[in-house]
């Protein structure tokens, strides 16, 4: 026996269907609790289906249709990742030549 006998994941048939509360919603895409409700307040990512206390819920094909969506827009960015390339060489210089300089200054 594996031990996964008898346990089963969400049939394709009820994905549709499935709500995630939003601990998993940002989980999905490896982000902070704080910027998925961030996300939410400002209408960029899903509204939840369920508000209550303690118990809101996100569709699960909401919140998949929100996750890959992202992936494609970011995927289709190239300014952005040139930008974001160009600081990071930025700041790579600067930290090198703050550490020559702390070096410098010890000898």
């Known amino acids: 026996m594996t031990g996964n006998e008898g346990k089963r994941g969400i049939g394709d048939d009820l994905t549709s269907v499935a709500l995630i509360d939003a601990r998993t919603a940002a989980r999905v895409g490896s982000m902070s609790l704080s910027w998925w409700h ?6 960029r990512a ?7 206390p303690r118990c809101t819920r996100w569709s699960l094909a909401d919140v998949r249709a929100y996750w890959a969506a992202l ?9 952005g990742a040139a930008r974001l390339f160009a600081t990071t060489q930025k700041a790579t210089a600067a930290a090198i030549a703050k550490r020559a300089k702390s070096a410098g200054a010890g000898e």
């Open 71 to 79: 992936a494609e827009q970011g995927a289709q960015d190239t300014a």
């Open 46 to 52: 899903p509204q939840p289906v369920i508000r209550r």
């Open 38 to 43: 961030a996300e939410v307040a400002a209408r």
